[in-house]
């Protein structure tokens, strides 16, 4: 029997309920995708940066601030979609493609910003880059020990992601900053979803979701990565 058709086979159980082995396994599948995507994540920025796609993207966003709204809805579609390839039941290959465009796809809309902080501000990546790895370090450590089901966020999340798309999709509409109590409430933000996403992986997941728990958390490091750059270089271009 080859591998596609016996992903299923553990389809109604959780993690949770597994014996130890079985939850350290999933536990370290799911992060070393994680380590995995980030660090396609970081090779396919420094091969972008390399040519002129950078500057040819800021050219296209500033032409425009509707052409930044069509990039965050074609992301937001993209997004949605490589989640459910993730969630893919039957296909491990369709899983991975999932991860996959996600990573692109995340890639992709980094990449104004960070040639921008690259170029304008040195060090500011490297700081922003520690930042995050050391809240998500930390946000680990208090899921893991609590053990603490962090499901409740749920419902703060939601409504928290639509207001914030509410918010980001006027301010470009109407030309608008946000400023940075918005930056630092959507770190917050940020960092509620990756302690969700954490707790995912301890209580809800399934022996066979390791490739989805890794797309989540990847997500919800990447959103923290980005609020953090955007934080740093907002204090680096005042000063």
Not at 168 to 182: A, E, P, R
Request: net charge neutral; glycine share 6%.
């Amino acid at each position: 029997m080859n591998q596609e058709t016996t992903l299923d086979t553990a389809s109604g159980y959780l993690v949770a309920d597994q014996p130890q082995a079985v939850r350290n396994r999933f536990i370290r599948n799911t992060y070393l995708h994680v380590a995995l995507a980030i660090l396609l994540f970081a090779g396919i920025e420094a091969a972008l940066l390399q040519t002129s796609l950078p500057v040819a993207f800021l050219e296209l966003l500033s032409i425009s601030s509707w052409m930044w709204l069509a990039v965050l809805g074609v992301f937001i579609v993209g997004s949605m979609l490589a989640d459910n390839w993730a969630k893919n039941a039957i296909s491990l290959k369709v899983q991975y493609l999932g991860l996959l465009l996600y990573v692109v796809l995340e890639a992709v809309i980094f990449l104004p910003m960070i040639f921008l902080a690259t170029a304008l501000m040195p060090g500011v990546l490297t700081k922003a880059a520690i930042a995050t790895l050391s809240l998500v370090a930390g946000l680990t450590l208090v899921a893991f020990t609590t053990k603490k089901d962090f499901s409740f966020l749920k419902g703060f999340l939601s409504v928290g992601l639509m207001i914030a798309l509410g918010l980001i999709i006027t301010s470009i509409m109407f030309g608008y900053s946000l400023g940075l109590w918005f930056t630092g409430g959507m770190i917050i933000f940020a960092g509620g979803s990756v302690l969700y996403s954490t707790s995912k992986i301890i209580h809800e997941y399934r022996p066979d979701q390791h490739v989805a728990a890794a797309v989540s958390l990847f997500a919800s490091i990447a959103l923290l990565f980005w609020y953090i750059l955007q934080f740093f270089m907002s204090l680096s271009s005042s000063d």
